[in-house]
C-alpha cells in the first residue's frame, strides 16, 4: 500500500462527510483512509461509519486532548500500512490530484523524504477566496534548504502547510512525537525531521483547499496564542539537538559569537541556541 491518510475529527458534522469524499475520489486509489474519532460530542462518528469503503480504517480516541496533539498521530502510525503519510483535517478539501502529485513527486525524488504542495483558501462553503498558501505566507519560499527553514521556526513560524504535507512513514517513525504539544504539534514534527537530516521537498501542484470557518480552533487567535505560549520551553527544547546536527554551522553562522569563536564546544552551541531562541521569541 503506498499512501496512509490520517484524519481525526471533532464535532465537525458540517464538513466531515464532504471531507471523506474527496478523500475517497481521489485519482490515486492505493490508499487506507484512518479515521480518528477524537472523542467527538455530535454524529459524526455515525457519519464516518456510514462510509462502507474498505480502504476506510476507524479507530476512537478514549478523551479529547485538544487540537493537533501527537497521541492521535502517534496511534495512526501503529496501524498505518502506507509507504506515506498523508496528514489531514475533517474540515478541508483534499483535491483529486493530490495523492497522484505527491506520490510521483516523491518517487521521481527518492532523496526527499517529507514534502509540501500548496493549499488554495476556500470560504465556509468551499469557495475559493483567490489567494493560496504559498502567496499568503510571507515566510515561505520554496527556495527554502534545511538550514533556512530551522531558522523560521526559531522565530517562530510555522514554515509549511499542514494539510499540504506528505511524508515517509519510515521517517516520521524515526522521531519522537511528543504527546505535549497541542497548538504547536505540526510544526514540532517537521522541526525534529529537519534537525534529524531528512530532506524537504516541494510542488508548485494545489493540492488542497484549507476552509476558514468560526468554529475552528485557529479562529480563536487569543486563545491559541495564550496556550501555545505554555509549549513554548518544551518546542525550545527541540532546537538543541542541533548541537549534534550537521546544520548547526548553516543556521547559525551569521550569529556574533558564532563568528567570533575560534572553536566551540557543546556548552558554547547551547549558548548560541539559547541566545538564538530568546532573541527570535522576544
Same mark, same amino acid.
Given at each position: 500500500? /503506498? ?12 464538513? #466531515?462527510?464532504? @471531507?471523506?469524499?474527496?478523500? #475517497?475520489? %481521489?485519482?490515486? *486509489?492505493?490508499?487506507?483512509?484512518? #479515521?480518528? &474519532?477524537?472523542? $467527538? $460530542? ?10 462502507? !469503503? ?7 480516541? *478514549? ?14 502510525? =501503529? ?21 497522484? +502529485? ?5 518517487? @521521481? ?13 476556500? +470560504?465556509?462553503?468551499? &469557495?475559493? /477566496?483567490? $489567494? ?10 520554496? $527556495? &527554502? ?5 530551522? /531558522? ?15 511524508? =515517509? ?53 487569543? /486563545?491559541?496564542? %495564550?496556550?501555545?505560549?505554555?509549549? %513554548? ?13 550537521? #546544520? ?5 553562522? !551569521? ?6 569563536? =575560534?572553536?566551540?564546544?557543546?556548552? +558554547?552551541? &547551547?549558548?548560541?541556541?539559547?541566545? *538564538? ?6
Amino acid at each position: 500500500m /503506498k499512501v496512509s491518510i490520517v484524519i481525526p475529527y471533532y464535532n465537525d458534522r458540517e464538513f #466531515l462527510p464532504q @471531507a471523506i469524499e474527496s478523500v #475517497l475520489n %481521489q485519482s490515486f *486509489e492505493d490508499f487506507e483512509l484512518i #479515521l480518528v &474519532n477524537h472523542a $467527538t $460530542t455530535d454524529d459524526c462518528r455515525e457519519i464516518a461509519h456510514s462510509y462502507k !469503503d474498505s480502504r476506510i480504517v476507524h479507530f476512537d480516541m *478514549e478523551k479529547n486532548y485538544l487540537a493537533g496533539t501527537g497521541l492521535m498521530m502517534i496511534r495512526a502510525l =501503529k496501524i498505518a500500512k502506507g509507504k506515506y503519510i498523508k496528514p489531514f483535517c475533517a474540515d478541508d478539501i483534499m483535491y483529486s490530484n493530490c495523492l497522484k +502529485d505527491f506520490v510521483d513527486y516523491m518517487e @521521481a525524488h527518492p532523496e526527499k523524504d517529507f514534502a509540501f504542495g500548496n493549499i488554495e483558501y476556500v +470560504d465556509e462553503n468551499g &469557495n475559493s /477566496k483567490n $489567494t493560496t498558501y504559498y502567496e499568503d505566507s510571507p515566510a515561505f519560499k520554496i $527556495t &527554502n534548504d534545511e538550514a533556512e527553514c530551522i /531558522k523560521l521556526y526559531l522565530k517562530p513560524y510555522s514554515v509549511f502547510p499542514y494539510i499540504g504535507s506528505f511524508v =515517509k512513514t519510515d521517517a516520521l517513525k524515526s522521531i519522537e512525537i511528543s504527546k505535549s504539544f497541542i497548538y504547536r504539534f505540526n510544526m514540532a514534527i517537521w522541526l525534529c525531521l529537519l534537525i534529524k537530516g531528512y530532506k524537504v521537498g516541494y510542488m508548485n501542484n494545489i493540492v488542497a483547499g484549507h476552509r476558514f470557518h468560526s468554529k475552528q480552533v485557529t479562529s480563536f487567535k487569543r /486563545k491559541v496564542v %495564550q496556550s501555545s505560549a505554555y509549549e %513554548q520551553i518544551k518546542y525550545a527544547e527541540i532546537f538543541y539537538d542541533l548541537v549534534k546536527s550537521e #546544520l548547526f554551522n548553516e543556521v547559525f553562522k !551569521d550569529n556574533y559569537y558564532f563568528k567570533m569563536a =575560534k572553536e566551540l564546544n557543546e556548552l +558554547d552551541k &547551547n549558548f548560541i541556541i539559547s541566545y *538564538e531562541f530568546l532573541m527570535s521569541a522576544s
